[in-house]
């Protein structure tokens, strides 16, 4: 079926069938806005102050040719990776993601099928993670796919996790291991899509960070912002970066395209040097320093380099 | 400037200059999400009940050679447009928009020039309606200008305004003129860019209406839209619809691109025929049928005659 047939109406329909009704969805698709009950109300009258919520909001937009390729991608694939960017983004705060908005751009020569596939992969996490999709936008769009989701979550002031708490001493934590996708290449790279949602909230609930992010830009850049945020410098000790099988270093330190969490700790809060959170390894890879340091490689000998210039000419 | 010699923070920074802090905004652009303070919050404690709200979300986007055309309109129109459109969602719902988040999807041949009339045109209106910019997304866009906005909103529980509350019987209202942008042409039309928020508000306030919608696609289509959630028709009185100077009817029924309020009202709520709303004026055009009758217009003969496809087609 042709987008064409199916006509603007018939689409809107398709996509509104699909939504699932949270308890604090007042009004889903289908109205100019979507109406949404305050999430923290359902929490005050028992315990004001220990509940006190915030509103967590984040957009992330995957363009054809940019950000995916078809027809190497999926658009199943697609739709995951566009929700896994937000929930990722969510999830680096120490919230839950609630709501989503998406929007797509769609090429006239789409077929229905394909569009139906891409809100598979899109539902497929929406469902997994109880995020109610209560709109967004259906556009036409000129030669590239676009996909835009825009995303809602919800955090206790006390989880709350900022890139801008790390400390001179404190440790840098990371999950998981580092260059997966940029060792498998462009034409082999299967869809991984793996958000650190559940990882990431046990962090934030035991109170042991200061700082967290995500790590979609690649590990080295996700130093670099906590650093940015922080006014820190950093050390990271080359030999002890999880670097995943088939990858070498530097794909691990600047390739990207992971939803690993890059964070910060006390280091009295820190048991041992190499331990789990939920179902991801920690590895602990290098230390704040002061900001006048920059950020630096340390290999095993204890000798400091500097960053490649891709990652280092971003910290300005 | 090009857009390659500022490179990515750069235009990070630059965007994150523009940024004035609501009090309600704790964390705006330069983190993995925004964070906000739950709007409710702040009148709960004095008057729980009368003081609920609701949170609106919404999202629009705009793209080169669908919804604008470039060197035809300028940045800054360019980026009113997209505000209004937002806005004006917000508005039909009788809430009050509060904070925003921008995606640019940029052609690599523009300029930093162009990209701050862009974000010009929308800080006028954000720094208008008191809406905080607290985040977005830069992206490359291959080939066509893309601006996608997601606006946040509050509306009090009592005063909300859905498309779905229209009875048979109520009588059908407009604010201001119609066919207006679409007589004007495509060559010569000029930023028109006007939103009914306070009108909206005032309507909302009153509580007078039974459902509302903004008349972006049309106003016939407006009418069709509250009928088909409303589950209920719709007669429009030809002869009371009011036309533009320069335009003609067919072009106030099926142009769009006004943002002007439709909504529905008890008959014995409504004072005159025609009246005022805020600086705008208000038209009773029609009224709501029984959903059997579907949506007609009737002449000043009263004889009755179908839509033009255009806008009929679109009522399945």
Redesign the interface.
């Given at each position: 079926v042709k987008l064409s047939q199916l006509?603007?109406?018939g689409l809107i329909d398709l996509i509104a069938k699909r939504e699932s009704k949270h308890s604090d969805t007042?009004?889903g698709i289908?109205?100019?806005?979507?109406?949404?009950?305050?999430?923290?109300?359902r929490y005050?009258v028992t315990n004001k102050l220990q509940k006190?919520?915030?509103?967590?909001?984040?957009?992330?937009?995957l363009?054809?040719?940019?950000?995916f390729k078809l027809p190497r991608d999926s658009f199943f694939d697609i739709g995951q990776k566009a929700m896994i960017a937000n929930i990722?983004?969510?999830a680096?705060?120490g919230?839950i993601p609630t709501?989503a908005?998406v929007?797509i751009?769609l090429p006239e020569k789409i077929t229905v099928e394909k569009i139906k596939e891409l809100y598979r992969g899109i539902d497929s996490l929406a469902k997994r993670h109880k995020i109610d999709i209560?709109?967004?936008?259906t556009?036409?769009?000129?030669?590239?796919l676009?996909v835009?989701i825009?995303m809602?979550?919800e955090?206790e002031k006390k989880y709350?996790l900022?890139?801008?708490g790390a400390k001179v001493g404190d440790l840098i934590c990371v999950t998981g291991e580092f260059g997966g996708p940029a060792a498998e290449g462009f034409e082999s790279r299967e869809s991984k899509v793996e958000s650190r949602i559940r990882e990431a909230r046990m962090i934030a609930k035991k109170q042991i960070a200061t700082s967290m992010?995500?790590s979609s830009d690649g590990l080295v850049r996700s130093v670099i912002e906590i650093c940015r945020?922080s006014k820190v410098g950093a050390k990271i000790w080359e030999d002890r970066v999880p670097v995943a099988r088939g990858a070498v270093l530097d794909q691990a330190l600047y390739g990207g395209e992971e939803y690993e969490l890059v964070f910060t700790m006390r280091k009295s809060k820190v048991e041992s040097r190499k331990s789990k959170v939920g179902n991801a390894k920690m590895h602990i890879i290098g230390e704040i320093v002061m900001a006048k340091c920059g950020v630096k490689l340390m290999d095993a000998r204890g000798k400091l380099k500097a960053l490649k210039s891709g990652g280092y000419?971003?910290f300005?």
């Open positions: 006509g603007e109406f007042v009004v289908g109205d100019d806005c979507a109406v949404l009950k305050i999430p923290s109300t005050q006190a919520k915030y509103l967590l909001i984040t957009t992330d937009t363009v054809e040719n940019v950000h990722s983004d969510i680096a705060m919230g709501h908005l929007t751009g209560v709109g967004g936008d556009i036409s769009s000129p030669g590239a676009v835009s825009t809602l979550g955090v709350l900022l890139r801008s992010i995500d945020a000419e971003h300005r």
